[in-house]
């Protein structure tokens, strides 16, 4: 790949940090203490399908997404979540924690001259408790709070590009519905970070793919 780009974006949650983790961990504290044992695969089971339909309905904030989705996600699995405490799941994105390999390869990744940014389903209060975990400067933040909607909507990578200008670009992200497919769209040239070994939803190709964030700094680096 060489020095083909300027700058690499990343998509956040689940590219830099680890948010099943952050989420898993949040769901089983907040039902244990109301007495309730929760299986994990059922929560994501559940929440896989639930948040993507909550962020396709009207706008809202992301704290304002994690809500209704937690409070949809309990509902399902029969937990009487009371509103009052139906927050627990915002209140718990600023603890969650970066990918091992993360830090390293952002650093790496700056050390060799490349300018880089984020492009988040999140808004910017929150995203400020994450940058906290990351130890390099971002020359570029996009979040939904910004554009008013959510990835897979393409206002994330039309204000970058605007933002960006004409220099090289490169995304780079785990999540191939929320951001390969509509780099893909847009003709953005995107690297998937395929954490899982998933296989494209719709038998497409990102231009390049690596396993994790490390694999992508030995290539660029």
């Excluded at 299986?39 to 929440?47: E, I, L, M, P, T």
Aim: net charge neutral; with cysteine.
């Amino acid at each position: 790949m060489g020095r083909s780009f300027d700058i690499v974006t990343f998509d956040c949650y689940g590219t830099l940090i680890d948010w099943e983790t952050g989420v898993g961990e949040a769901f089983t504290r907040a039902a244990a203490a109301d007495g309730v044992r929760l299986d994990r695969a059922a929560v994501f089971a559940v929440y896989h399908e639930v948040e993507p339909t909550v962020e396709a309905e009207t706008y809202r904030s992301y704290r304002a997404v994690l809500t209704e989705t937690a409070r949809r996600v309990a509902a399902r699995l029969e937990w009487r979540l009371s509103p009052e405490r139906a927050g627990f799941l915002a209140d718990s994105l600023p603890a969650w924690r970066p990918f091992p390999d993360t830090n390293p390869a952002l650093g790496r990744l700056a050390a060799a001259g490349y300018r880089l940014g984020i492009l988040s389903n999140v808004d910017d209060d929150l995203l400020g408790g994450t940058l906290r975990h990351l130890r390099v400067p971002f020359d570029l933040l996009v979040t939904a709070q910004q554009v008013g909607s959510y990835k897979p909507a393409h206002g994330h990578f039309l204000t970058a590009r605007e933002r960006i200008g004409g220099r090289p670009w490169l995304h780079a992200a785990q999540s191939y519905f929320h951001d390969v497919v509509p780099a893909r769209a847009l003709g953005i040239p995107v690297a998937w970070i395929n954490r899982k070994g998933g296989v494209a939803s719709d038998g497409g190709r990102a231009d390049h793919e690596f396993r994790t964030l490390a694999d992508l700094a030995d290539r660029m680096a």
